[in-house]
């Protein structure tokens, strides 16, 4: 890895990390920020939602917005916007100020974090060095989402919590500084039409679905408007793939939706969000609701995960070049789902704490092997032109297994207590959520063990058939 070459990892992994803390810093936050700005309890939960309607919704979209029209031009056009929404939250005076600057907010992580995954694929050969290189932003990626959570309650305890959104503002302008002069643009030399027809039915079906699972974990899943939400986008989902087979110069080609790596690579992609995401969830309510831990106190306890995951990152790439991509997301899954059955055995007391620590860390190793094998295997075997659409796809991918684990296991643990709200009952709860996350876990790794290696099978024996 030259010297250049290090200098355009370290401002991507900055930019990315900086997007993954964003996710995460404002959940302490969030009853001082109501009580600072009048929010009402009911629709506090929209200082998060709203970020995550727009950063889900719109990913895929300006993903290949940036292979048509530059994705350095869209990466630093990004990074502005989020310097700009990150001032406006913080100096916002009314609830409807602070909503604009955090939609602004989630635009910005539409536009910027699939320019970024897609300058950094485009940026090192495919191989050795691009696994390294999504080794570390994945690392950090996840290292941000545990930072975000213990960096909003330090500056909310010490200072305010509008140094939540205030601490964007000096990295995105060093980033803005320092990345013209070291990131070449990266665009086709003849520049397609864009497919509106698919993209508006692509990102209406995302904003309905984000919309439904947002609903769902606040008023349940029977709730009628979480329900024709969860309808409406799965229907406008469908209709892209028959809009996008008609479509002269599609978004998304069939042809790339067919691929073996691609459709299960992010399959399995969600799968690691969607389990490690929630997992945090439920260890939050069981330090919380079961051992009385502070918020802060809480936070703090995922360093451990954070570590884990940094460790997974800078391991895969090893692990890859040694046993190849699928063998590693498989490993990584089984690693995962054994550290995430070791929490049934979580008790009412403190003592629990020991195996707390030990399968979070080792449960961050093993999900971080899966996901840098899903980017991997997602962003593989394209050409440079469609870097930024496989790229849209995989944050698309990332935002929506984020946004979908919570509401699902918040329902498991809400059904299973039933009227029981004390700390027994949030025990039991919490159990049977871990058991149906190490579940679905499982179920990811029989998907890829069976389907990748089924898809390269017949990949090598198409080619074998070319080259009689």
């Known amino acids: ?68 029209f530059g994705r350095r031009r869209l990466f630093l056009f990004g990074l502005g916007l989020l310097g700009l929404s990150s001032l406006a939250g913080g100096l916002a005076t009314s609830p409807e100020l602070l909503l604009t600057a955090r939609v602004a907010q ?34 950090l990626m996840s290292a941000g989402f545990t930072t975000g959570a213990v960096l909003g309650g330090v500056l909310t305890d010490l200072l305010s919590w509008r140094w939540s ?30 497919d509106v027809p698919g993209a508006v039915t692509v990102t209406l079906g995302l904003l309905a679905l984000v919309h439904g699972l947002t609903r769902a974990g606040e008023h349940g899943w029977t709730d009628t408007v979480a329900l024709v939400a969860l309808v409406a986008g799965l229907l406008l989902v469908v209709s892209f793939w028959f809009v ?61 995960l954070g570590l884990g995951t940094v460790t997974g990152g800078v391991l895969a790439a090893r692990v890859i070049g040694r046993i190849g991509t699928t063998p590693t997301l498989v490993t990584g899954g089984l690693v995962q789902a054994v550290a995430t059955a070791a929490l049934l055995t979580l008790g009412g007391d403190r003592s629990s704490m020991a195996v707390l620590l030990v399968a979070t860390f080792i449960g961050g190793v093993g999900n971080m092997l899966v996901i840098v094998g899903f980017m991997v295997t997602a962003t593989s075997g394209l050409p440079d032109r469609e870097q930024g659409m496989a790229a849209g796809l995989a944050t698309m991918t990332q935002q929506i297994g984020i946004t979908m684990g919570t509401p699902i ?60």
Request: proline fraction near 5%.
């Open 1 to 68: 890895m030259t010297g250049r070459l290090r200098l355009v990892l370290v401002v991507l992994l900055v930019a990315q990390f900086m997007l993954a803390v964003d996710f995460s810093i404002l959940n302490v936050a969030l009853p001082a920020i109501g009580n600072g700005l009048g929010f009402s309890l009911a629709h506090l939960q929209w200082i998060a939602t709203s970020f995550a309607l727009a950063a889900a919704g719109f990913t895929l979209l300006f993903g290949r917005v940036a292979d048509l």
């Open 106 to 139: 989630g635009l910005a992580t539409a536009i910027v974090t699939p320019a970024g995954l897609s300058l950094l694929t485009t940026s090192f050969p495919e191989g050795p060095l691009r696994d390294r290189a999504l080794g570390l932003n994945g690392a």
């Open 165 to 194: 959104f205030f601490i964007n503002v000096p990295v995105a302008l060093a980033v803005l500084l320092i990345a013209p002069g070291v990131i070449k643009e990266s665009r086709p030399e003849v520049r397609p039409k864009l």
């Open 244 to 304: 996008e087979r008609g479509a002269a110069s599609p978004l998304v080609p069939v042809r790339v939706l067919r691929r073996p790596t691609v459709v299960w690579g992010n399959a399995l992609g969600l799968i690691a969000f969607v389990t490690e995401t929630s997992l945090v969830f439920l260890m939050t309510l069981y330090l919380q609701e079961v051992l009385d831990f502070s918020a802060l106190a809480a936070g703090l306890s995922f360093g451990v």
């Open 409 to 468: 296991m918040s329902a498991i643990v809400t059904a299973r207590m039933g009227t029981d709200a004390g700390p027994r009952g949030v025990l039991d709860g919490v159990g049977l959520a871990v058991l149906v996350n190490a579940a679905i876990v499982v179920l990811g790794v029989v998907l890829a063990a069976v389907f990748l290696r089924a898809g390269r099978a017949a990949g090598r024996g198409t080619a074998e058939a070319c080259a009689g």
